[in-house]
């Protein structure tokens, strides 16, 4: 089956593909550290393969690589524009579909999704399609944020408030829904995973430098609604001088929170979260 996805890389953020590439690469140095951390408690498989889906350059599939050498990762993605810079890595690639993946039933010890659900207005299938191909016992982990519980910052800038209301409305209207994650839980369960368990990890500007969150914070995420008209210049100047204040300022905090769910394909009852195999 094939899922219509809400995911442009050329429209994400200012500067098209490039400024995509970029920003992938900085949102994966910001939290992989986490990520992983929370991966291993829930028992990654070290030996068998992992399959990123939706790996775009394959930023964390090449960083899950050099931290776990006995992994065997794989990447898929749609995007044969992200694949493109993938391949330098020497991971292993395919191009295809979330819906119907080109791999074998019971292939893969683990799946990874990460920030892709959130671009599917049908997420049923592809999680489907992730129990197909794990073994049984397999781990799911999927990798999410959710709009509305992103994290804090301070201090408050009231005008970029409005700014990321018109932005959020406007992304719906792609098929972006960046709420998924509190629906996830239980469509898992419904796929039939088990042992279906919700890890929050969260990363602040006292651990890495406050630019490092540009690519969550910074402007750049806004240049492409306005070229569709669904921000105006003025909105931009707004977002551009908040964010430069935000930095500029000693005394400023932000965290950013995101969640891992993950559960695990049926038929081996023992696996439990934080066990390792």
Same mark, same amino acid.
């Given at each position: ?90 991971? %292993? +690639?395919?191009?295809?579909? $979330?819906?119907? !993946?080109?791999?074998? /039933?019971?292939? &893969? #010890? ?113 240049? %492409? +609604?306005?070229?569709?008209? $669904?921000?105006? !210049?003025?909105?931009? /100047?707004?977002? &551009? #001088? ?36």
């Amino acid at each position: 089956m094939t899922v219509l996805s809400g995911y442009d890389p050329a429209r994400v953020t200012a500067g098209g593909v490039a400024g995509e590439v970029a920003r992938l690469a900085a949102q994966a140095a910001l939290t992989f550290g986490e990520e992983l951390r929370i991966l291993r408690e829930l028992g990654l498989p070290e030996r068998d393969p992992l399959v990123d889906i939706g790996c775009g350059t394959g930023e964390v599939t090449g960083r899950l690589r050099a931290a776990c050498p006995g992994l065997r990762v794989a990447g898929v993605d749609a995007s044969l524009d992200l694949l493109a810079h993938a391949r330098s890595r020497g991971i %292993p +690639l395919a191009g295809g579909s $979330a819906g119907r !993946l080109p791999l074998r /039933s019971g292939s &893969a #010890g683990s799946v990874l999704l990460r920030y892709v659900l959130q671009h599917l207005p049908a997420p049923d299938p592809v999680l489907a399609e992730a129990r197909r191909v794990l073994r049984p016992g397999g781990l799911l982990a999927v990798v999410e944020v959710d709009e509305a519980l992103w994290g804090l910052a301070q201090p408050v800038f009231p005008e970029i408030e409005v700014i990321h209301r018109k932005a959020a409305l406007a992304r719906r209207g792609t098929g972006t829904n960046r709420q998924v994650v509190r629906e996830l839980p239980r469509r898992l369960r419904r796929a039939g995973f088990t042992g279906v368990v919700v890890r929050p990890f969260a990363v602040t500007n006292d651990q890495v430098p406050t630019d490092s969150f540009a690519a969550h914070l910074g402007p750049g995420q806004f240049a %492409p +609604l306005v070229a569709d008209g $669904a921000l105006s !210049l003025a909105d931009l /100047s707004v977002a &551009a #001088g908040v964010w430069n204040r935000f930095r500029a300022d000693p005394d400023a905090w932000v965290l950013l929170l995101g969640l891992v769910i993950a559960g695990y394909a049926p038929g081996c009852p023992d696996r439990t979260p934080g066990r390792t195999t």
